[in-house]
């Protein structure tokens, strides 16, 4: 079967059965690799992209329910010639990024929190992240790094 969705705001076509994951069609068809394979379950968030502004864990994600939708990956966010964005800025920034399996989702997580909430105090940060799992930095500072991009004048650009 064919689908038809904007990937990072491009239209793209992926052909695949509708219950393969989405995850595997960025990954095979498209060959954007930020989005890991993690535990494969939609528990670690490794996978997480935006479909629809709205993060989703893309490894159980049917790429059958991306027909028609709009998918952003972290290598939609900024691209080589781009500056970063303020929540990338930011993690770098404040020591939230370390091994690097976690953050893509971290980041793509943040970005919709950033995009949809004006209010990021502690509680709403560390909501938002349950579904990310981080085994490095101890999350503080990846909610630093989340409360600074969004007190730097509002909103991931």
């Not at 770098?92 to 990021?120: F, K, R, Y």
């Amino acid at each position: 079967m064919s689908y038809s969705f904007t990937l990072n705001g491009q239209p793209v076509e992926a052909t695949a059965a509708g219950m393969t994951s989405l995850l595997s069609v960025l990954r095979d068809q498209s060959g954007l690799l930020g989005a890991k394979r993690g535990c494969g379950e939609g528990r670690c968030g490794a996978c997480t992209v935006l479909v629809d502004g709205s993060p989703v864990d893309s490894c159980i994600y049917p790429v059958a329910n991306a027909e028609g939708t709009a998918v952003r990956t972290v290598e939609g966010l900024a691209s080589h010639d781009e500056p970063l964005t303020r929540i990338q800025d930011a993690l770098l920034e404040h020591g939230g990024v370390q091994c690097g399996a976690c953050i893509p989702g971290v980041v793509m997580t943040l970005t919709a929190l950033l995009e949809t909430e004006s209010n990021t105090d502690d509680s709403t940060v560390r909501s938002s992240l349950t579904g990310n799992i981080c085994r490095c930095t101890g999350y503080q500072k990846i909610i630093d790094a989340a409360q600074a991009a969004a007190s730097s004048n509002g909103g991931p650009r």
